[in-house]
Nanobody, 116 residues
Framework: QVQLVESGGGLVQPGGSLRLSCAAS????????MGWYRQAPGKQREWVAV???????NYADSVKGRFTISRDNAKNTVYLQMNSLKPEDTAVYYC??????????WGQGTQVTVSS
């Protein structure tokens, strides 16, 4: 069983940066393709970024060039570096398996609010 705990969110002004972390328990973490997802108020959860076990990455068009996903398998942690933040990036951010999230893995998420 894998447990995921997201952290690092907060309130930031437009153009600012945040670094999110997703700490995972479980020995299978290193072989999982992991994704960051987000859910804004009144909207469906959407995929943001993905990283394979080997470190290959891909991004949603809305964040490409601004967000960077990385992982440290020794620490069982996935990161999301978010730069040039926009108000439309405001959401609760989650990590989970990609492309098919496991419903038992959803954590509490971490709130990101971009506002002046």
């Amino acid at each position: 069983q894998v447990q995921l705990v997201e952290s690092g969110g907060g309130l930031v002004q437009p153009g600012g940066s945040l670094r999110l972390s997703c700490a995972a328990s479980g020995s299978i973490f290193s072989i999982l393709t992991m994704g960051w997802y987000r859910q804004a108020p009144g909207k469906q959860r959407e995929w943001v970024a993905v990283i394979t076990s080997g470190g290959s990455t891909n991004y949603a068009d809305s964040v490409k060039g601004r967000f960077t996903i990385s992982r440290d398998n020794a620490k069982n942690t996935v990161y999301l570096q978010m730069n040039s933040l926009k108000p439309e990036d405001t959401a609760v951010y989650y990590c989970n398996k990609f492309p098919t999230p496991n419903r038992n893995y959803w954590g509490q998420g971490t709130q990101v609010t971009v506002s002046s």
